[in-house]
């Protein structure tokens, strides 16, 4: 029988053929090796504790950045065979470690909901099953969590992790304003809270002393009074304090432990109330170059606005004396020149067009004591700030980077008016004051939301604590001087009652 002919050609795709088939059925018996330089691997899932049921928010914050660099997409996992079973808590810790979410970075493409234009709100917080996990991370919103700081941010994006069962609850947090309503100008119930759109939104205002003893909160404004109530029937009760003006000016609290929160200008009250509060758009970026020349035109030196002439500071003294050594123009009863408050804007035109400098003295040298006279009279302007008042490290971590001076860096008004007059005759290194601007903004602060959601932290109402005697934290040792605080040392003054 003859065979067929088999042309060249038939052989040569016979062939290919055979060739095509034993390729694939090499990568058959290792599929990811086909697939890893086409598509991204998955990692295998992790095992994940079940997570709370949540229901979506208006406002959240944003996912991460959808750009991610494909190296930082395709992650390889090494999972390595541990030679003894972990315990129970380990893999707890563990597996709580996988649920903490990252809150993004403040950056002018993402600002949070408390700037102008804010884009996003925080998501509740993480649950931990395992108790060193949740003390690992858990929010720093006390001053014990973080005496550095005065994590205004930090309560201004917090959210407690079951919010939405707490919202669905209808339970609302009351606070009882002990000296009414009108010290406040706020209105009954949860308007305060809903028009500013708070994060944690759920308390309610009310001004009936006859919930003293189941109020979650009783807040005084500047002036404490008794309840008469021994132990209210809420153990988790708060009483606070608000100061609005500095110790000397302030009530002496005379009953010990009656006040276990407060909320002040000071970074050490459990809710700081600051005059204002400067935020960097992104942290990373404190100075940049300005295209404007803050020296043009202006012929002047040194200004400044004051009414009261018996600041117990110094601040009149020491402005005469640097008087001696450059031109101080002072406004107002206290000096030569008159600008009526009734033309407020006409003066500060005044200050942006005519001078260089501007005195935003405060009348009383106390910690962390910075009001509108340096943040609005001044930062507000186009005009250099010399500061006195708090500590020069207070205005170091609350001011903007590089936007003022302090009269502490000099050993005399003669010293700084020798610097001053430096300043006036170089333009380039005046403007380096100013290199913050456009870097970030005056927030505002949303006291009664941090209020409101500061006292949905249960782990740290279930641990209470309370001054043992608040005038020693307000007033105490250390806390003012009536001088300079260059001279602050073994002399330590107490402020009295008077």
């Not at 206290?334 to 009348?363: H, M, Q, V, W």
């Not at 806390?479 to 605080?485: D, R």
């Amino acid at each position: 029988m003859r065979h067929p002919k088999l042309s060249l050609k038939k052989y040569f795709y016979f062939t290919l053929i055979c060739a095509l088939l034993l390729i694939f059925g090499f990568n058959l018996k290792e599929p990811h090796v086909l697939w890893k330089t086409k598509t991204k691997q998955q990692p295998q899932p992790q095992p994940q504790p079940q997570p709370q049921p949540q229901q979506s928010r208006q406002h959240d914050l944003p996912q991460q950045d959808n750009e991610l660099k494909e190296e930082d997409a395709t992650v390889v996992h090494v999972v390595a065979v541990p030679t003894a079973a972990p315990t129970q808590a380990k893999l707890e810790l563990e597996a709580d470690s996988l649920e903490v979410d990252k809150q993004p970075e403040l950056t002018a493409t993402a600002k949070p909901w408390f700037f102008r234009n804010g884009e996003y709100y925080p998501k509740p917080a993480k649950s931990f099953s395992n108790r060193k996990a949740r003390k690992l991370h858990a929010p720093k919103l006390f001053p014990h969590q973080d005496p550095h700081s005065d994590r205004v941010v930090n309560q201004l994006m917090y959210v407690p992790h079951n919010y939405e069962q707490i919202k669905a609850s209808g339970k609302l947090k009351t606070i009882l304003l002990y000296n009414g309503l009108g010290p406040w100008n706020v209105k009954k119930g949860r308007e305060v809270f809903l028009r500013a759109k708070c994060p944690v939104d759920t308390c309610e205002l009310t001004a009936n002393r006859e919930l003293a003893s189941v109020a979650d909160m009783i807040l005084y404004k500047d002036n404490y009074i008794p309840t008469g109530i021994r132990r209210p029937n809420n153990q988790k009760q708060v009483s606070m304090m608000y100061y609005l003006e500095c110790p000397y000016h302030t009530q002496n609290v005379k009953v010990p432990d009656a006040i276990n929160w407060t909320a002040t200008y000071r970074r050490d009250s459990t809710v700081m109330a600051p005059y204002e509060k400067w935020q960097y758009y992104d942290v990373k970026v404190q100075q940049q170059e300005q295209d404007h020349n803050y020296a043009t035109n202006k012929t002047k030196k040194v200004a400044w606005f004051v009414s009261n002439c018996g600041a117990r500071n110094g601040r009149l003294q020491y402005a005469h004396e640097l008087q001696k050594h450059i031109e101080v123009d002072i406004y107002g009863a206290c000096g030569n020149y008159k600008c009526p408050r009734s033309t407020a804007d006409k003066c500060f035109d005044i200050l942006d067009n005519d001078y260089k400098f501007y005195l935003a003295f405060e009348n009383s040298n106390c910690k962390d004591y910075i009001t509108e006279k340096f943040f609005v009279n001044a930062l507000n302007r186009k005009v250099l700030p010399i500061v006195m008042g708090a500590r020069p490290e207070d205005y170091e971590v609350s001011a903007p980077r590089r936007s003022y001076i302090h009269v502490d860096e000099f050993a005399s008004p003669k010293e700084l008016a020798e610097y001053l007059n430096i300043l006036d005759k170089d333009d380039e290194l005046y403007n380096t004051y100013f290199k913050w601007k456009n870097t970030g903004e005056f927030i505002n602060t949303y006291y009664w939301c941090r209020v409101c959601s500061t006292l949905h932290n249960e782990e740290q109402l279930r641990k209470p604590s309370w001054y043992s005697d608040i005038n020693e934290w307000w007033r105490g040792v250390g806390v003012c001087t009536s001088g300079s605080w260059r001279n602050f040392k073994a002399r330590k003054d107490v402020i009295s009652d008077d």
